[in-house]
């Protein structure tokens, strides 16, 4: 319990702190969408913002504090430790005894789940919903290369239970959909309108870069924002 309790503690500043960034972001999106000539919906909204969640769940739990130490001549003393410690071997030490080995496993596959779920939730395609795995597959891997750069080891294991993750988040979504169709496919509606002016591309292509400009700032300022929470 107090590993979940600790895990909570963990979580909720980075929640708090985003949500101007994410309702920015949304504002922003929705403001570019309006440039591109497409509708969306509410429902389309809300997913969104749960998908976005879903990934600052996967980032807070897979690097929590250990970004805020990030120190490139620390780094550079104790990297071959680190690069030393890849495993890089399936199932190698995966099933562990006692607790942390259970909640090691169960914690690596939940983190996946919201996003295999949002992100299938938001698939237009049936035919396209195989690729959500894959994007897991990419996420998850792309966290492990950073924890390597942060002193912390990087094990195919955790890709391959993140992965068996985001595909239970995918099927659990199909199971509901099939279900309660007429309301999860209200997720799923966009219409493309117009074709696009020259100008209108332009003003997208500006709230993108916006976009990126806001998250950055976000990140760079994370650390102060985080401690400031905490007093």
């Given amino acids: 319990m ?14 708090f702190i985003s949500i101007p960034v994410v309702l920015i972001h949304r504002i922003l999106e929705m403001k570019k969408r309006q440039y591109l000539g497409i509708k969306t919906t509410k429902y389309k909204e809300v997913g969104s913002i749960a998908l976005m969640y879903s990934l600052i769940l996967i980032g807070t739990l897979t690097l929590g504090t250990s970004i805020f130490f990030f120190d490139l001549s620390y780094i550079a003393q104790h990297i071959n430790e680190s690069l030393k410690s890849i495993n890089f071997i399936p199932f190698k030490g995966m099933i562990e005894f006692g607790v942390h080995g259970f909640v090691n496993i169960l914690g690596n596959i939940f983190i996946f789940m919201p996003f295999g779920f949002c992100a299938a939730l938001l698939s237009l395609k049936e035919k396209r919903m195989n ?9 998850s891997l792309f966290f492990e290369i950073i924890q390597i750069f942060i002193i ?3 094990d195919i294991n955790d890709i391959i239970l993140n992965t068996l993750g985001a595909f239970l988040g995918l099927r659990l979504l199909i199971f509901f959909r099939n279900r309660y169709s007429n309301f999860f496919n209200k997720f799923r509606k966009y219409k ?5 002016t020259l100008k209108e591309k332009r003003k997208a292509q500006l709230i993108t870069i916006v976009q990126v400009i806001v998250w950055f700032i976000m990140i760079i300022n994370l650390k102060h924002m985080v401690l400031n929470f905490y007093q």
Avoid: C, D, E, K
């Fill in 192 to 196: 493309p309108v117009n074709q696009l």
């Fill in 131 to 139: 690729y959500i795995i894959l994007q897991g597959t990419a996420i």
């Fill in 152 to 154: 912390r080891a990087m």
């Fill in 2 to 15: 107090s590993y979940i309790t600790r895990n909570l503690i963990m979580i909720a500043p980075y929640f």
